[in-house]
């Protein structure tokens, strides 16, 4: 399961793509103007961007994530066909483009490429803890780890980017949503109930390390 952003300003391709990408098994995030979609990107792990949209084009937007994100596939959808208008938007840093009209099968397998290439992950091995994202299981030394669903993604979200420091922001932003209307506090809450299941010591951690000021990481070792 990945997170797929998609931007465009046209309702029923919206619509139509995020049938299709939810039946392949993703979790969909959707916006319709390239401006508002810029904090989104951060939780995305493949982007899909129109080239003609509100506020900032597609290929603003994609060179915007390429200078922020430089690991986040961008695949643009366009109309315009001819080649020095794709060698635009490669240029801008797209990974690939699809040119309208498309079959949303195509950007189906597109993504599913994409995401190939740079790795995504469908199954976390660190040390003890077994995370499996597809089936949504996890072990601790071979045993059932009974997490909530929340639970479950805060420690995936830390697991699939081990040294990478979360802070509570960015973590309420991916796990919960860029909606929800909690306090960073609720993040703490759910870190606390995680180290207890995994049995991590906050003082001396296994898993999840507490990175003063800033936030929690995953430990690289």
Excluded: C
């Excluded at 597809?134 to 669903?149: D, F, K």
Aim: no cysteine; charged share 25%.
């Amino acid at each position: 399961m990945a997170t797929v952003l998609i931007v465009d300003d046209d309702p029923a391709i919206l619509e139509v793509l995020t049938a299709y990408l939810v039946a392949e098994g993703h979790s969909v995030e959707t916006e319709d103007d390239g401006l508002a979609a810029l904090p989104r990107l951060a939780r995305a792990d493949v982007a899909i961007l129109d080239w003609m949209l509100p506020g900032m084009t597609g290929v603003e937007l994609t060179a915007h994530a390429r200078r922020e994100h430089p690991q986040l596939p961008v695949l643009l959808l366009t109309a315009r066909g001819e080649e020095e208008d794709r060698l635009r938007g490669l240029n801008a840093g797209a990974d690939d483009y699809v040119v309208k009209p498309f079959s949303p099968r195509e950007v189906v397998a597109r993504v599913r490429a994409l995401l190939r290439r740079v790795g995504v992950q469908d199954h976390i091995q660190a040390g003890p803890l077994t995370m499996n994202l597809r089936s949504r299981a996890a072990t601790l030394h071979g045993q059932p780890l009974a997490l909530s669903r929340t639970e479950f993604d805060l420690l995936a979200t830390l697991a699939q980017h081990p040294g990478l420091v979360w802070s509570r922001e960015r973590l309420m932003e991916r796990v919960w949503g860029p909606d929800f209307p909690g306090v960073t506090r609720v993040v703490d809450v759910h870190i606390t109930a995680v180290r207890r299941k995994l049995g991590d010591d906050a003082d001396a951690p296994t898993f999840i390390e507490t990175v003063r000021g800033l936030g929690y990481r995953f430990r690289e070792d």
